[in-house]
């Protein structure tokens, strides 16, 4: 995880309530990927920057979702009100496109809202 | 769209024996990732491959692109290789960007 840190770990929050989670790449890239995990749905995207800019967020499942990147070293993903159905692990991954591994993926955030 | 299928999707070993998960996708692309997720959640990238094979310690993983078609094989499998093992592949082909993932399969492996 040395590449991607996020923040928290977990958080448990009410329906209704504002939920906001942190990515701070640390190693270079030049796209930032934010990914949803659920037992349903496995691995989605949710939005993808690239160089800073959203490229796509296609899978961003609605309005209540938010994605900034106002610089290359800070991402936030934001649910306002939030709802049980977004109970699910956050990912937040870099592609640095030139190595042997392609992505690094931070710790992921565990989000249960009830 | 890129589809993504895996096989096994459960896998049970007893150490030391030799292990292949597959991973098939339809639409053509110029690289697969093979991503490992630890019980404690996190994931870890364990290869990119555009072509022909690559080794990592006891992972081998190898490539067909033109039958579109990739394998990921454990030698001497241990326990602490048990995890799941996730392919993915680029949403719409090339080699990065947004990727597509694979149900996982799901690897236990008995001492």
């Known amino acids: 995880d040395a590449g991607v840190i996020q923040s928290p770990r977990h958080e448990v929050t009410e329906m209704g309530q504002e939920v906001t989670l942190r990515c701070k790449p640390i190693?270079?890239?030049?796209?930032l990927f934010w990914y949803r995990q659920t037992m349903m749905r496995g691995l989605e995207l949710l939005i993808y920057?690239?160089?800073?800019?959203?490229?796509?967020d296609s899978g961003m499942p609605e309005d209540r979702f938010s994605a900034k990147m106002p610089n290359a070293s800070f991402s936030t993903l934001k649910i306002q009100p939030s709802e049980p159905r977004d109970s699910a692990v956050y990912f937040c991954?870099?592609?640095?496109?030139?190595?042997?591994?392609?992505?690094?993926f931070g710790s992921g955030t565990r989000l249960t809202v009830v | 769209k890129n589809e993504v299928e895996q096989s096994p999707q459960n896998l049970t070993a007893q150490e030391g024996e030799f292990i292949t998960i597959n991973c098939s996708y339809s639409?053509?692309?110029?690289?697969l990732h093979w991503l490992q997720q630890h019980p404690g959640g996190g994931i870890v990238s364990l290869f990119m491959?555009?072509?022909g094979k690559k080794k990592h310690g006891r992972l081998i993983a190898t490539i067909n692109i033109q039958e579109k078609h990739s394998s990921l094989h454990i030698t001497a499998s241990h326990p602490r290789d048990s995890a799941v093992y996730i392919c993915a592949v680029p949403l719409y082909g090339g080699s990065q960007g947004n990727l597509i993932f694979g149900k996982g399969t799901k690897l236990s492996v008995k001492p």
């Open positions: 190693s270079g890239h030049n796209s």
């Open positions: 639409v053509g692309i110029s690289a």
């Open positions: 920057f690239n160089n800073n800019v959203p490229i796509d």
């Open positions: 491959l555009s072509s």
């Open positions: 991954a870099i592609s640095e496109g030139v190595d042997d591994y392609g992505y690094t």
